[in-house]
């Protein structure tokens, strides 16, 4: 994948995945950490508020007990249930109802006949006088009794009415009692914060909570433990708590007050907290991945220099470019530093490695070329030879003396152009630098190629950021039209096929295998000249649509002895590199038969100084 294809994205990947990873691990565990202790907190709160309301009816019940008593020991209540008068025994008894605030007061004689009965259902009284408690109070006992009711449970306290003396009897017993209600639901509720319900015989009697609520709360007066139920109003979590000890066993049977939390309030709760710790995780994910960006960035951004000449150099095959050392800057880093300045080493040495090899290259092809030049020199002096032979005729003609005169000045003119390409190639050239304008200087250069003859046009595609180059103008200029010309060759080349066995025009740039020609006709524009600025250096290129060359050629194409061309020397390429090489530039070609050549020369915007070739 071309994402993970550099350093910096991996990285930024590795890391901002590493954070996203740790950040949504963290969150949610912190939710279910939360999750749990709310769950664990809900079941603490269930359990605390029944103990809660177990001690809210036991300290009512005890006050009721204590009050009764206390009714039970006055003298007046005693000598009214002794007159066995039900009207008499009313007019007493309704005053200690009123003080007692009691849902239900029972007083019955000796025999456990009703007395008085007020409060709860119309028969509460009479069902109340045939409980146990009433036959336990008459056998001198206290005891206590749940009742259902139509709107609740009534809680009912029983005691004796005792005689002490002329002899120690019973006279009756006196009940008192106060309604598991709705009411009292309600100001259980406000204590604790917990719905509450009271049930008894499998049905729900009294709530917090609404009537059609009532059948789901039924199924839950016979379980036991803490468990779920799904109600109207949400879903609830409830704890059945016995009201009697007969009814304490495991399940409860008997007289029943459930305890009920919500759970959906507990989960909006839990809800908020999610969603307020899901936006921080969006935002540290954010914060994260612009620090993972950040410090990528940062490890990375030193070797951006290091990777960009490294790609420039895989693209042009020049070793001699150098890294910009920048100091001072905030993203600098000491390890890239340091591998930047080896690398600029290394290249100083290959540069220096490349001069020496240059020049032993130079003296090595003026060794092969003497043949070439010895062959080059015998044939212009064999025609002055055989032009002074005719000369010394003594019959010779005007005619043939001038026709001799001329070959002898044709000749001459031959070999001062071989022993001048010979000298260019072989003595060390001294350069000139100055500040020139490139586009400028390429367009001459393109004007004097088009001026050697009939040809296709030259395009020209310049960067006009280049202000000026430091460099030689009339050794560049030389090397550019040499270039151009040949370019304009191997094009025309193409267009117009040279004849059978005879090699394309040129000193050797644009030749192919065996003399062939291509026959396809040049895609617009045939020849282009282009101009780029990359950093402190310049890109100049020369691309042609001509018949290319031949791969098996590339690496000779610069050899001082290697042309196709008739009549050349084959220096005219080696001369342009040398002049190129000396002004501490490159020179690359890349070639597809049939298709065209490229030429790519790399020069510094600023040169110290060029060295002699």
């Known amino acids: 994948m071309k994402v993970l294809s550099s350093l910096r994205s991996r990285m930024f990947l590795a890391s901002a ?12 565990l912190v939710s279910m950490r939360v999750t749990e202790e709310a769950e664990r907190t809900l079941e603490r709160e269930i359990i605390a508020t029944g103990a809660q309301v177990d001690q809210l009816r036991a300290d009512r019940t005890q006050m009721f007990m204590l009050m009764a008593r206390l009714i039970a020991d006055l003298p007046t209540l005693k000598a009214t249930i002794d007159t066995n008068d039900p009207t008499t025994v009313a007019d007493v008894a309704v005053g200690y109802q009123r003080q007692l605030s009691a849902s239900l007061f029972l007083l019955t004689n000796q025999r456990g006949e009703v007395l008085y009965a007020a ?38 306290v029983t005691v004796p009415v005792r005689l002490d003396q002329p002899v120690p009897s019973v006279l009756g017993t006196v009940s008192a009692g106060f309604l598991l209600d709705d009411a009292l639901a309600a100001q259980l509720k406000k204590i604790t914060g917990s719905d509450i319900a009271f049930g008894m015989d499998g049905q729900i009697l009294a709530a917090t909570l609404p009537r059609e609520d009532y059948p789901a709360l039924a199924e839950r007066l016979h379980a036991s433990g803490i468990s779920r139920v799904e109600l109207a109003s949400g879903e609830y979590e409830v704890l059945p708590q016995p009201l009697s000890a007969a009814a304490s066993g495991s399940p409860p ?3 029943v007050a459930l305890i009920l939390r919500s759970r959906t309030l507990q989960l909006q709760a839990l809800f908020a907290i999610n969603r307020d710790l899901g936006a921080a ?23 951006a220099a290091i990777t960009s000449v490294m790609r420039d150099v895989a693209a042009t095959g020049d070793l001699t470019q150098k890294i910009a050392v920048r100091h001072g800057n905030r993203w600098d880093d000491e390890d890239a530093r340091l591998l930047a300045t080896t690398l600029n080493t290394l290249t100083d040495s290959v540069a220096r490695f490349q001069r020496e090899m240059s020049q032993k290259e130079r003296l090595t092809a003026l060794g092969r070329l003497s043949t070439v030049i010895a062959h080059e020199i015998r044939n ?10 005719t000369l010394r005729r003594r019959d010779v003609t005007v005619e043939a003396m001038r026709e001799a005169v001329a070959d002898i000045d044709e000749e001459v003119a031959r070999l001062n152009r071989i022993v001048n390409e010979v000298l260019d190639f072989a003595r060390p050239i001294s350069f ?35 202000a000026s180059l430091m460099t030689d103008p009339e050794r560049l200029r030389s090397a550019l039209v ?33 003399g062939r020609a291509f026959s396809a006709p040049p895609d617009p524009p ?24 031949d791969p098996a050629d590339l690496s000779r194409l610069f050899d001082p002895y290697f042309t196709t061309k008739r009549g050349g020397t084959g220096l005219g390429l080696a001369i342009s590199k040398n002049l190129i090489e000396g002004l501490h530039g490159t020179i690359a070609v890349a070639s597809t038969p049939g298709a065209g050549t490229t030429i790519r020369i790399d020069l510094p915007l600023e040169a110290a100084g060029a060295a002699p070739r």
């Open 281 to 303: 995780a969006v935002l540290a994910v954010l914060l994260a991945t612009i620090l993972s960006f950040a410090v990528a960035r940062t490890i990375t951004r030193p070797l």
């Open 482 to 514: 040499n270039m151009l010309v040949n370019a304009r060759h191997a094009v025309a080349a193409r267009q117009e096929p040279p004849a059978a066995n005879a090699g394309p025009t040129g000193s050797g740039l644009h030749p192919s295998a065996g």
């Open 526 to 549: 045939p020849i282009t000249v282009r101009t780029a600025l990359r950093d402190d250096r310049v890109a100049l290129t020369i691309e042609d649509r001509g018949i290319g060359i």
């Open 119 to 156: 409060g709860g259902s119309p028969r509460a009284g009479e069902i109340a006088a045939h409980q146990p408690a009433v036959r336990d109070a008459l056998a001198g006992l206290e005891s206590l009794s749940l009742l259902p009711q139509p709107k609740g449970i009534l809680q009912v």
């Open 17 to 28: 995945l590493l954070a996203v990873l740790c950040i949504g691990m963290a969150i949610y």
């Open 380 to 389: 212009p002096l064999m025609i002055i030879k055989g032009s002074l032979h």
């Open 432 to 466: 000139e630098l100055t500040e020139v304008d490139l586009n400028a200087l390429c367009r001459e250069s393109a004007t004097a190629a088009q001026a050697s003859g009939a040809g296709p046009v030259i395009q020209l595609d310049l960067d006009s950021s280049i």
């Open 253 to 255: 049977s008997g007289p």
